[in-house]
Each structure stands twice: as structure tokens, then as C-alpha cells.
């Protein structure tokens, strides 16, 4: 197995489920707090729902991979692709500006659900809180299994790893254990998932050049496959230098022969999403909801 598509996998699964993880048990420890626990029967009937959709989803997509006669499967990918770092880059950023709030807002929702006294409303809030992030994680693992196709089990797999680690976080964090700094956590996972954005961008880049949907910098900038190939390649060296390469490529969209215009869009994205997720952000004005704000950010 490839340990940059698991790895990429990883990154993925394991922060989309923690943000998914954190939501749930915060409605859940609400409920209990508040002498509510027979409610969260709904809660884990949104939340399972929510979870299946997502699933279908994953394999609706999938599925539809490589139905497609070339030239078409080509641009399919690459709009894939760009859907996938466009989604991933919101979300980051959404996710920055709302954790202040985060808590106070899920906790007044469950209020407004417990005083409508509506039976499926506490359902229907579980499953939306989580269909965002269920959504999100199977277009980008489609997009990385797109930018790879025959490593699409290591995302996969890495994808089940970091998912069932956030459900174990997330135990944790019902029982008001602080066994991650969420801050850090979502800081360092975020910045993992630019770089990893950065590669679906390049690779997309890469698949319209190919098919000659766009025709200024395509040539290439270097050549280093002698040193460092990022597949296998006629009279570059394999072993280790192979799989460094391999394992750059999965994680990070290297390739040892880039264009000039793909080159050119993973360094701008780089530095210009790189720089906005990491300066200062401003707080948020408080919901009024009595709720503290959640660590995350």
C-alpha cells in the first residue's frame, strides 16, 4: 500500500471526522446536562442517516468514474478535482470563523428543537450538522483517489483509519476528556489539507494540458525523474528514491516533471491560502446562549 495515499487519506478522514465527532458529542453532552439523555435516540438516527447518505454518495461518484470516453473522463477528473480543493478551502476557512461559536450555536438549536417540542426535530439537527462533513469528506476522497486511481484503496483506507480514530476522540470528548488540543489539531490537520489541495489543483492543471484544453505554460519547468521520480519511469532509479516520489506525489501532487502553469498554481495557492488560514483571526461576537465557546479553530 502507498503511505502518501494512505497518509492523504488519513489527514482527511481524521479531521472530518473529528469536526463531525466534536458536533454530535456536544449535542449529546448538552442533552445530558440538561436531563434530556432520552433524546438521544435521535440524535444517533440523524446522525447514522447522515452517515449512510454520505456513504451512497461516496459510491454514487465513485461509480460514476471511468464511465466516461476520453476526452471526457479526462475533464470529468479534473473538474472533480477542482470541485474537491474549492470545497476543502471553504470548509477550512468556515471552520476558522465559526469555532468561537460553534458550541453556542448547536446548544441554542437544541433548545429551540426541545421547546417546539417537534419529535424529529432533534433528528433532523443531528443529520444536518453532520451531512455537511459527511459530504465533504466523500468529494475530497474522490477527488485524491481522482489524482491517483490506482491508489484509491490506500485512501480508503487511510480515510477508515482516521475516521474511526475520531469516533474514539470523540467518546472522549462527550466524557469531557481533553485528549487533543483541538486548536492545534485543527490548525496543523488544516494546514495538512492545503498542501494536500494544492496537489488535486496541480494535478487537475496537469489532466487539461494533457488533453489540450489549455495550451500557455505547458512546458516543463525541470526534469529531476533521474533523481526523484514520482512513477516509474524509463532509466530513472527505483527503491527508495521511487518511493519517496510515490509517496510525495499521493500526499502532495509532486511530480518530477512539471508544467510550468501547474507549477505556478500550486505555488500561488500555497502562499496565498497558506498566509490567510494562518494570520490572526478576529473574534467572533459571542450567540447569545449562555454556551461557552469550543476550543477548536
Known amino acids: 500500500m502507498d503511505l502518501g495515499s494512505f497518509a492523504s487519506g488519513l489527514v482527511t478522514g481524521l479531521r472530518e471526522g473529528v469536526e463531525a465527532a466534536l458536533i454530535v458529542s ?139 480514530i475520531a469516533a474514539l476522540l470523540g467518546l472522549g470528548f462527550y466524557r469531557g476528556a481533553r485528549l487533543v488540543n483541538l486548536r492545534s489539531f485543527f490548525r496543523w490537520t488544516g494546514i495538512g489539507l492545503i498542501f494536500i489541495a494544492a496537489g488535486l489543483l496541480a494535478s487537475a492543471i496537469h489532466e487539461l494540458v494533457e488533453i489540450g484544453w489549455i495550451g500557455v505554460g505547458t512546458a516543463t519547468v525541470f526534469d529531476v525523474s533521474n533523481v526523484l521520480p514520482h512513477e516509474a519511469i524509463a532509466g530513472a532509479p527505483g527503491g527508495a528514491a521511487l518511493v519517496l516520489g510515490e509517496f510525495l506525489r499521493a500526499l502532495l501532487g509532486y511530480t518530477s516533471q512539471p508544467e510550468a502553469i501547474a507549477l505556478t498554481v500550486w505555488l500561488t495557492y500555497i502562499v496565498v491560502v497558506l498566509g490567510l488560514f494562518l494570520r490572526p483571526s478576529r473574534p467572533l461576537t459571542p450567540v447569545p446562549s449562555g454556551a461557552g465557546a469550543t476550543p477548536a479553530g
Open 26 to 164: 456536544i449535542i449529546l453532552a448538552y442533552l445530558a446536562r440538561t436531563g434530556n439523555r432520552r433524546h438521544f435516540g435521535r440524535i444517533w438516527a440523524g446522525t447514522i442517516a447522515a452517515i449512510l447518505a454520505s456513504i451512497l454518495a461516496g459510491i454514487a461518484l465513485f461509480l460514476t468514474l471511468g464511465e466516461l470516453p476520453a476526452p471526457y473522463e479526462q475533464v470529468f477528473e479534473a473538474g472533480a478535482m477542482l470541485v474537491a480543493a474549492g470545497v476543502v478551502t471553504w470548509m477550512l476557512f468556515w471552520m476558522r470563523r465559526q469555532a468561537a461559536s460553534v458550541k453556542g450555536e448547536l446548544q441554542a438549536r437544541v433548545d429551540r428543537a426541545l421547546t417546539t417540542g417537534t419529535a424529529t426535530g432533534l433528528a433532523v439537527l443531528a443529520f444536518t450538522a453532520v451531512i455537511r462533513e459527511g459530504l465533504e469528506t466523500s468529494l475530497f476522497l474522490f477527488g485524491l483517489t481522482t489524482s491517483a486511481q490506482t491508489e484509491a484503496a490506500g485512501v480508503l483506507s487511510g480515510a477508515v483509519v482516521g475516521l474511526g
